[in-house]
């Protein structure tokens, strides 16, 4: 008989819930799933794409449970969405100063709200520069970056790699429908591309969250 995955602790769950953010609750428990599934290899967690802490909330309570760390690595800038004049823009987290997206102190909040800073290892930077000078297996890749084309094939391209032997690719936004084009088809290409690379084979789909394992070598 299958054992249920763990959930989150009642306390995780609440703040995910009130931390601002975009990943409805179906998803986040689906990726709460796979990082206490990855935590097992005691390896990071590492997540691409930060924006305010609201999935890291998740990965961090797993990286807890596993004796482990969640590691998130983002610019904090904001990504192309989330710039003045589009609909995802929120003008609370512009530095007023410089005029810029600057979401790390309302990340740290986060965290703080949720118990959950000795747990996270906060990494600001742009992915592709970080990606070069990581220097370890993780458990984990969790890519909920950028969504233009360039920015998924980086991210895809630069953390991939990194995947342990069993180890788990959890990809955001995935939508199939053309329709969607700004918003998932670039994560839906880097999905097809995983697929057909022979080193992962899907695990899950829950909405537009997909979980791949790596069973094979290579990206």
């Not at 069993?166 to 995935?174: F, K, T």
């Not at 088809?185 to 695990?203: C, D, K, M, N």
Request: charged share 20%; net charge negative.
């Amino acid at each position: 008989m299958a054992v249920a995955p763990a959930a989150p602790r009642p306390e995780t769950l609440a703040a995910f819930e009130a931390a601002k953010g975009f990943m409805p609750v179906r998803e986040g428990l689906a990726l709460h799933a796979a990082a206490v599934e990855a935590g097992a290899l005691g390896l990071p967690l590492l997540e691409v794409g930060t924006y305010c802490g609201r999935s890291t909330i998740l990965l961090a309570d797993a990286a807890r449970e596993a004796g482990t760390v969640a590691v998130t690595v983002d610019h904090h800038r904001g990504s192309e969405e989330q710039q003045p004049g589009w609909d995802y823009h929120d003008p609370s987290v512009v530095d007023p100063e410089v005029g810029l997206m600057d979401t790390l102190p309302a990340f740290r909040r986060t965290l703080y709200r949720a118990g959950l800073e000795d747990h996270v290892i906060a990494v600001v930077g742009r992915s592709p520069q970080v990606a070069k000078v990581w220097g370890r297996e993780v458990g984990l890749v969790f890519i909920d970056g950028g969504h233009t084309d360039e920015h998924a094939v980086n991210d895809y391209e630069g953390w991939a790699p990194h995947i342990a032997a069993g180890g788990l690719l959890v990809i955001h936004d995935v939508f199939p429908d053309p329709v969607d084009e700004w918003t998932g088809q670039a994560p839906y290409r880097i999905w097809l591309r995983a697929l057909a690379s022979g080193a992962f084979t899907e695990v899950s789909a829950t909405d537009s969250l997909r979980v791949l394992r790596r069973t094979g070598t290579g990206i």
